[in-house]
């Protein structure tokens, strides 16, 4: 499986993860007091951008740009998107309850802190992200050859990381030994 769908494929797992988080906007409105509607369309007008910039990250993954067990690749590019996704929230949020586009009074404020905020953003859209992704790299690996490519690339990930766990565990225990 070739082209665009194999690359879509790649890309699922970080589509679900940020339609997952985005989604989760809806579930915080509620716990604000707000209704259900508002709850709503939060988390829809959150869904929505995070799931495409969690499908570009999927697809940069898949070309290599983004390596599993590195986060300052991705955290810039959260760093980026996650403010752009949460003023197409705003944005679409008060167009659809109050049927015109507003933004806060202090718009670059608003998108400072969502930079500040992205970093922890990113921390565990990664870490979700790896946790969920592999498995699915296992399953479309069988008929996707992009797909084991990636898979690959996490278990040459894994193997360094195995490797590096046991130089350790054997250096204290021959620390201990003498």
Avoid at 73 to 91: D, K, N
Avoid at 160 to 176: P, Y
Wanted: hydrophobic share 50%.
């Amino acid at each position: 499986m070739r082209g665009v769908r194999g690359q879509a494929e790649v890309a699922l797992p970080g589509l679900l993860v940020g339609v997952v988080a985005g989604a989760m906007a809806g579930g915080l409105t509620l716990a604000a007091g707000q209704p259900a509607r508002w709850a709503a369309i939060s988390a829809l007008t959150l869904a929505v951008p995070l799931g495409l910039l969690g499908l570009g990250y999927g697809l940069l993954l898949a070309r290599g740009v983004f390596q599993p067990g590195l986060f300052a690749p991705a955290g810039l590019y959260w760093l980026a998107g996650f403010p752009v996704a949460r003023l197409v929230q705003e944005t679409a949020t008060s167009t659809l309850i109050f049927g015109s586009a507003s933004l806060r009074e202090d718009v670059l404020g608003f998108v400072a802190y969502q930079a500040i905020v992205s970093l922890g953003f990113a921390i565990g859209f990664v870490w979700t992200h790896e946790r969920v992704a592999p498995y699915w790299f296992v399953r479309a690996a069988r008929h996707n050859p992009l797909a084991a490519q990636v898979l690959d690339r996490y278990v040459a990930h894994a193997e360094v990381l195995s490797r590096s766990r046991r130089r350790r565990r054997t250096l204290r225990q021959g620390e201990r030994g003498a």
